[in-house]
């Protein structure tokens, strides 16, 4: 069966100065998730904000009363090392922890007291997010192959399986970037085998390219600038839904 259609506005467009009611504002406007983009400054050459912020905003949008459900947290950690941060973002009310591929192999510390110059593998990372009690993603940037993923999604140990694979339409670290259609090649590979897979699309993502990456066969769709940016979020949110619900209804 076709995965469910999931509207993930990118909160790094929203007014950091009135933070928690514009996360409320988003739900309200019809968002299923809230894409909280967490950024070091290592990892990429930016900073938001870390888990005492996902905290507080997190009092401001309704806990999901199932896996996946309205109001999930999409934390997508863009930090060096993702495996430090599991049970601080499971302790401010991050539900799906999306670490990146690349940084996975030196993340081993298991508290931020810890050094952290062990190697780990995303097996183990995912594995480790779902004993924390969270959901968990992978996310690869444009200059990463599809193909590392294989591996990690032929896994028979369901405690080892994302929950989700974020595929990177711009390099991230910054929101309003170009959309970069070569990724769909990614999309569209992952789709044909995994067809019940949450595939996400992140990056300069809005009505004028939904369909693109709808055909493409993604269904987590995070947008930032053209739902914040827009005169009428709501307008855009159901846009955004309709294009993906089309095609996956085609797909079924
Ligand atoms: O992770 C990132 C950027 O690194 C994204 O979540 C963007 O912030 C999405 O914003 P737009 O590109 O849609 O403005």
Not at 120 to 128: K, Q, V
Not at 149 to 169: G, N, S
Not at 197 to 224: F, H, K, R, W, Y
Request: hydrophobic fraction near 40%.
């Amino acid at each position: 069966m076709a995965p469910k259609t999931i509207i993930a506005p990118s909160v790094l467009s929203a007014d950091f100065g009135q933070f928690g009611h514009e996360c409320s504002r988003t739900m309200e406007h019809g968002a299923d998730w809230l894409h909280v983009d967490i950024m070091d400054g290592h990892f990429v050459p930016n900073i938001t904000f870390g888990a005492p912020v996902v905290a507080k905003i997190r009092q401001h949008v309704s806990k999901p009363t199932e896996p996946q459900g309205r109001g999930t947290f999409d934390c997508h950690m863009m930090i060096a090392e993702p495996k430090k941060w599991v049970k601080e973002f499971k302790k401010a009310g991050c539900d799906l922890y999306c670490f990146h591929y690349e940084a996975a192999f030196s993340s081993a510390a298991e508290s931020p007291e810890q050094s952290s110059d062990k190697k780990t593998n995303p097996r183990e990372l995912i594995r480790y997010i779902h004993d924390c009690g969270l959901l968990a993603g992978i996310a690869i940037r444009p200059d990463t192959s599809v193909d590392v993923l294989w591996d990690i999604l032929e896994t028979e140990d369901a405690k080892e399986m994302p929950d989700m694979v974020l595929v990177m339409t711009v390099m991230p670290g910054f929101g309003g970037q170009k959309f970069m259609a070569t990724e769909l090649a990614k999309v569209e590979a992952l789709r044909r085998k995994y067809p019940e897979l949450n595939i996400e699309v992140d990056g300069g993502v809005g009505p004028t390219n939904i369909g693109d990456a709808a055909d493409a066969g993604a269904n987590v769709i995070v947008s930032g600038s053209a739902v914040f940016g827009a005169k009428d979020p709501a307008e855009v949110i159901a846009a955004l839904r309709k294009r993906v619900d089309e095609r996956s209804s085609r797909r079924r």
